[in-house]
Structures are given as C-alpha cells and as structure tokens.
C-alpha cells in the first residue's frame, strides 16, 4: 500500500509561472516531509523539507506547504525556471531512518 | 564537496549470474541506503545499514542482499539475478539517525537482466 502519493505523474508549466506538485501521506505519525528533485542520469538531490510542527517552509523560489488535517503537501516553485524541469519525489518518515518516497512527478517547464 | 559514487553506471547481466553493485561515500556517514527505481513506482528501500557489519532489510528485500565490511562501503548482491530486477539502482548515504537529515544519493546503476 503506498502510504505517500503524487497522484500527477507529469506537469508541464510555461516558464516565470507558477509549478505546484502535489503530495498526498496517509500515515497521520509522520513528521518530517522532504523533497528531491531528479535529473535523468543523476541520483536525487535534496530541495527543500519541513518538519510536521510547521505549515510552510521557504527557500528562495521553493516553498513546501503542510497541511496536515488534509494530509497533504505541496511544492511552489515560483518563478518556474527550465533548469527546474525534473522529477520531483516527496518523501515522509516517521523518526526512523527510512524514508518512504512518492512515485514521482516529472516537470517540465517551457519558454 | 559530499561524494557518493557507485562502480558501475550501466550494466547488463544473464539471468542466473550473481551480480554486485559497489557504493563508496567519503562522508564518514553512519547510514547508506540501496533503492531501486522504476516507472511508476518511485523509489522503494531494499536495504539499509546503520553502521559497519549492520543491515536492516527495507520494503523489498526479496531476491537481494547485502555486505558492509567497511564503512564508507556498501554492496548490494543479487545473488541469481532475474528480469525483474532490471532496474535503476540508487545509494544513498546519510549522517544520522532520522528523517531530518539529508540522503546524498550517487548517481544510480542501470541493471539490465537479459
């Protein structure tokens, strides 16, 4: 059972707007919420996280939103640039050391 | 600069032929990781260790395992390597415990099991 979703597998934003990627948990003991994004040919690396006592997280263009009575998270990236174009993977735990990732959205963003 | 680096970028094996898939990070870090990734399925935990001679099992263990002599080393084997297994195959190292702390991923093995 895939206890974290990114139920949009693609994305495609026009370049300076807005990309939102989605991320839905369902298990209410995590409490710490990250993102990676993925460039083909590359491992992922580390964006942005939040921690479960928080509702929004800044950095630069991205900020990462948290509500948790929806169990939902989700990525702004404002403005959206091409070099954003990417999978993004959101991933939970649970204060262990597993993480537990998303299936993934791809962006893609266009002039 | 964190480095994590896996031995081999692509590789294509024969079903039945055990396999091996090396990850050296140079963080001094506790913990490593080996996911796969396929389409459709992002990445699901196949292994961790917390430390030297220690391995935990994650989501899909079956038809794996693995080795940690050292520890800046972490192996996966397939001991009889299987279609199903044609995958990417990411590390990961990571300092402490917890989710809090950032995984550094090496740049992934693509395994093809013909």
């Known amino acids: 059972d895939q206890q974290v979703k990114q139920n949009s597998p693609s994305l495609s934003v026009q370049e300076g707007r807005i990309s939102i990627l989605n991320c839905d948990y369902t298990?209410?003991?995590?409490?710490?919420f990250l993102w990676y994004k993925k460039y083909p040919a590359e491992g992922p690396t580390f964006l942005i996280s939040?921690?479960?006592?928080?509702d929004k997280n800044e950095d630069g263009r991205f900020t990462v939103f948290l509500n948790k009575s929806a169990k939902h998270l989700s990525l702004h990236i404002v403005p959206s640039q091409p070099g954003d174009s990417a999978v993004y993977f959101c991933?939970?735990?649970?204060?262990?050391?597993?993480?537990?990732f998303g299936t993934g959205t791809r962006l893609q963003v266009f002039p | 600069d964190v480095k994590v680096t896996q031995s081999s970028r692509y590789l294509v094996k024969r079903t039945g032929e055990k396999v091996f898939l090396e990850c050296v990070q140079d963080?001094?870090?506790?913990?490593m990781f080996w996911y796969r990734q396929d389409p459709g399925l992002g990445l699901r935990l196949i292994y961790f260790?917390?430390?030297?001679?220690?391995?935990e099992k994650g989501d899909i263990p079956e038809g794996y395992s693995v080795s940690r002599e050292k520890k800046e080393r972490f192996s996966l084997i397939l001991e009889s390597a299987s279609t199903n297994q044609t995958s990417m195959y990411l590390c990961?190292?990571?300092?402490?415990?917890?989710?809090?702390?950032?995984?550094?991923f090496g740049p992934g093995t693509r395994l093809t099991v013909l």
């Open positions: 939040i921690s479960s006592i928080k």
């Open positions: 298990n209410s003991m995590f409490d710490y």
């Open positions: 990961a190292s990571r300092q402490g415990g917890g989710g809090a702390d950032t995984q550094y």
């Open positions: 260790s917390y430390d030297v001679k220690m391995k």
């Open positions: 991933a939970a735990s649970e204060g262990t050391d597993k993480l537990i």
């Open positions: 963080m001094d870090h506790e913990n």
